[in-house]
């Protein structure tokens, strides 16, 4: 069974551009949920998805957004990128929206020069 | 929401030696999940206990949730253990919320 699948895993960005990432989830998996991880602030929950639904969001400005899709695979996007938003950003699944395991991707590293 | 504290911050063991990392949680949880980040960052499952206690190979695991706080038990350390183990909780609020880790480094 494939695991949580994030693109790109690496990538560079200039001040004032836009990225957006990508996951899959395991399939069968219907929540996706994204973490932000900083040397500074740790681990810090982003958003989750259920069924094409934002169910929970974190303490993030509206520059960072995501949506998920009918088969489950979500992005999320970071408008007018600063230099603190350079992180690792890791992607979660889940079979529940409510409880249950989290299985992480291998996460997308973004630097913002 | 939940407030999840680790400690020991940093452990530094002799290959061979046993080690006790502790996980403290502020509230009642319905999941909590022990990781181990390798180098390339990516979070590896340990244990999904949020009550009870399980064990996989040298690695075992107990959560007392009405005292709130979980253990993560790693026997005969090896080098391959080395990396920040995590812990993570949830409550009422799905989002998991994490600890800021444990940086594990065993000494051959």
């Known amino acids: 069974k494939a695991g949580v699948t994030q693109t790109p895993r690496y990538l560079i960005k200039t001040r004032g551009q836009q990225v957006t990432l990508s996951c899959s989830p395991i399939?069968?998996?219907?929540?996706v949920s994204w973490y932000q991880q900083t040397p500074g602030q740790g681990l810090q929950f982003l958003f989750e998805?259920?069924?094409?639904?934002?169910?929970n969001k974190g303490n993030f400005p509206g520059r960072f957004s995501g949506r998920q899709f009918s088969n489950s695979r979500s992005e999320m996007n970071v408008s007018t990128l600063e230099l603190g938003d350079s992180a690792l950003y890791l992607c979660?699944?889940?079979?529940?929206?409510?409880?249950?395991?989290?299985?992480f991707g291998e996460g997308s590293r973004l630097t913002v020069l | 929401g939940i407030q999840v504290e680790q400690s020991p911050p940093d452990l530094i063991l002799q290959e061979g030696a046993n080690s006790t990392l502790r996980c403290n949680f502020s509230?009642?949880?319905?999941?909590l999940q022990w990781f181990h980040q390798n180098p390339w960052g990516q979070l590896i499952n340990l244990f999904y206990?949020?009550?009870g206690t399980k064990q996989n190979g040298r690695l075992s695991a107990t959560t007392v949730a009405t005292e709130r706080y979980s253990l993560l038990y790693i026997s005969s350390s090896q080098t391959t253990d080395s990396g920040v183990y995590f812990c993570?909780?949830?409550?009422?609020?799905?989002?998991?919320?994490f600890g800021s880790g444990t940086q594990l480094t065993v000494l051959p």
């Open positions: 509230d009642s949880v319905n999941n």
């Open positions: 399939s069968g998996h219907r929540s």
């Open positions: 993570a909780a949830s409550g009422s609020a799905r989002q998991l919320t």
């Open positions: 998805y259920f069924s094409e639904t934002q169910r």
């Open positions: 206990i949020p009550s």
């Open positions: 979660a699944s889940s079979t529940s929206s409510l409880a249950g395991e989290l299985f």
